[in-house]
């Protein structure tokens, strides 16, 4: 990935986390490992708010940064700080997901006709197999807005 970083340090001030500490919700939810936490100072313990211990003028003075760290911003969804310089990137991220759920729901419908159309009962099972594969991808980005997309 290309560095788009302005080395405004907003998301290395704003950490967020989950109330009881098992959800790093930073870059997409995912487990908060000890080596991470280790380099949080709280700020607002209450809406589970962080800071990175080694931050210094906007610039991390880690040497030996976590992968999570040096991959930053890896997921599509993650809430960056305005003005920061991956927006464009995170936004093209976002519409290619978006293009991939609109093909799987227009793949959907056409398994849903096709199904209705075949009065043979092992084709109905098919292609209500491709329905169910097509409605489990797409509800992995329902809580992104995919039933609007």
């Known amino acids: 990935m290309k560095d788009y970083c302005i080395k405004c340090g907003a998301c290395c001030k704003n950490i967020k986390i989950d109330k009881n500490k098992e959800l790093l919700q930073w870059d997409g939810s995912m487990p908060l490992t000890k080596e991470f936490e280790a380099m949080l100072l709280p700020i607002n313990i209450e809406e589970g708010i962080y800071t990175c211990k080694h931050l210094k003028e906007n610039l991390c003075t880690n040497k030996n940064k976590p992968d999570i760290c040096k991959n930053y911003p890896s997921f ?14 995170i936004f093209l991220k976002k519409e290619k997901i978006k293009h991939k759920i609109r093909k799987l729901k227009e793949e959907k419908l056409h398994y849903q006709t096709l199904s209705e159309l075949t009065q043979n009962k092992k084709e109905q099972q098919q292609y209500q197999k491709l329905i169910n594969l097509n409605e489990k991808a797409i509800l992995k980005y329902q809580e992104y807005g995919s039933e609007n997309w």
């Open 76 to 89: 599509p969804f993650t809430q960056l700080a305005d003005g920061c310089g991956y927006e464009g990137e």
